[in-house]
């Protein structure tokens, strides 16, 4: 019996061994699909996110890396740079559009021509690729002649393996700001897979040739293992700062921390919180298109702010302050001309704009108050003052006002005050108080 043991705890051990021997030399021949994903605006953290995910597939040795992509545009520099790292990449980059509904727009459409190949999922599109500046407004016609021509060679470069009709409507996406939709771009060879989730693209792309540093490479997606390429911190904050959301409440956190500190100065707190803010916003400025002329709209709100504090007008400053910022926030984001994803929300700047005005008149309140009140100082400001007795009184005692112990007589003599009993002063005599019982 023990023998039959020994031999079944034997052939258990070599069993196991030998499944985890064939699940690692199973694991070890699957390929790797690194895949990354660009949700927002084409901005430098986008740029420095697609750099370090190629090198990460590079070092892994990876099948593919696969950029998801559903952005509106953005800037054409940070686009060139891209395009730049895609095509000299070693291992092939598939710009999927996904998912339905989103879009590659703008710069997000030479990004996913740049691809050694290109899907997209259903209801999603591509287009409207002209050039503006960086306000949201046409361009000079110069200019604007010079930026095109350029991308529409950069967009041939990209297609010429996809025909004739491709071209013309990438060209066209860039001349006339055309869009497609997935089923016209999949007609025209503009991409080369309709996918309607990751896992259907991976099992189109195995076997599909792409051409990579003049090398044709078949691809081995079947039965592959998908690891994500996550944002780190650095890139998450990068991008928040593209949200010009966020950046308008950076710049009014910014601003009223500066003015609290110039009105009263001696503190650090409110300083060191205005200016990282305002920085952070300064950063976020620098990409998104705005008009730079709302800011002093801005500014101007938080001084008629202030001086309805230091010099009341009973409202009248705040509430044209509050004016002054709205238009000041609308100007800086919502100028005519500027894309749709650069421009802030109205009811957020309402909202804001009237919580900055009801912080100012607490504080305009408080202010009043205070000038209205009756200035009492000496034995002054210790009339009407509550205490305790903490003896009993007879006839004199002590009591305690405050924090002060104090020597103490009845204002009526009358009266019996007992040690502990609630006691208000209504006369001061030198260093002696005469009290009442409440």
């Given amino acids: 019996m023990k023998m039959q043991k020994s031999f079944r705890l034997l052939f258990v051990l070599i069993a196991t061994l030998l499944f985890s021997w064939t699940s690692a030399q199973a694991q070890d021949g699957l390929s790797t699909i690194m895949v990354m994903t660009i949700d927002g605006t084409i901005a430098p953290a986008s740029q420095q996110y697609l750099a370090r995910a190629v090198q990460v597939a590079e070092r892994q040795n990876a099948e593919a ?123 025209v060879g503009l991409i080369d897979f309709v996918a309607s989730d990751l896992g259907d693209l991976l099992s189109q792309l195995d076997g599909f040739e792409v051409n990579i540093q003049g090398e044709t490479r078949p691809l081995n997606t079947a039965n592959s293992r998908v690891d994500d390429i996550p944002l780190t911190f650095i890139e998450q904050l990068l991008k928040m700062l593209t949200d010009p959301n966020i950046v308008f409440l950076l710049i009014a956190i910014g601003t009223q921390a500066i003015f609290i500190e110039l009105g009263s100065p001696g503190g650090w707190v409110a300083g060191f919180i205005g200016v990282v803010a305002l920085a952070l916003a300064v950063y976020g400025m620098g990409i998104l298109p705005v008009n730079w002329f709302g800011l002093i709209f801005i500014i101007i709100s938080f001084v008629l702010f202030i001086l309805d504090v230091k010099a009341p007008t009973h409202g009248a400053l705040t509430a044209a302050g509050i004016g002054s910022f709205i238009v000041g926030a609308l100007v800086l984001f919502n100028s005519a001309g500027t894309p749709e994803f650069a421009r802030v929300s109205v009811p957020l700047v309402i909202t804001v704009a ?30 009407g003052r509550q205490g305790f007795a903490k003896t009993d009184f007879t006839p004199d005692g002590t009591v305690r006002v405050g924090s002060e112990l104090w020597s103490a007589e009845k204002a009526d003599s009358t009266e019996a005050i007992s040690k502990g009993e609630r006691v208000e002063v209504v006369e001061v005599e030198g260093l002696r108080l005469k009290v009442k019982k409440i």
């Fill in 65 to 187: 890396l696969i950029l998801q992509l559903n952005t509106p545009g953005g800037s054409i520099a940070t686009m060139t740079e891209m395009v730049q790292i895609i095509r000299a990449s070693h291992v092939p980059v598939i710009v999927y559009i996904t998912p339905s509904g989103g879009m590659a727009g703008s710069a997000g459409t030479i990004i996913t021509l740049a691809g050694h190949a290109s899907a997209m999922a259903p209801e999603t599109i591509i287009g409207a690729a002209s050039p503006i500046n960086s306000d949201g407004s046409d361009i000079g016609e110069t200019a604007k002649a010079k930026e095109i021509e350029a991308l529409k060679a950069t967009v041939r470069t990209l297609t010429e393996r996809r025909g004739a009709e491709a071209i013309a409507i990438a060209e066209a996406t860039i001349e006339e700001a055309r869009a497609v939709s997935v089923n016209e771009a999949f007609e």
């Fill in 354 to 383: 009237v919580l900055i005005a009801l912080m100012f008149t607490a504080i305009l309140t408080f202010a009043l108050r205070a000038l209205k009140a009756p200035v009492r100082t000496g034995q002054q400001s210790m009339l």
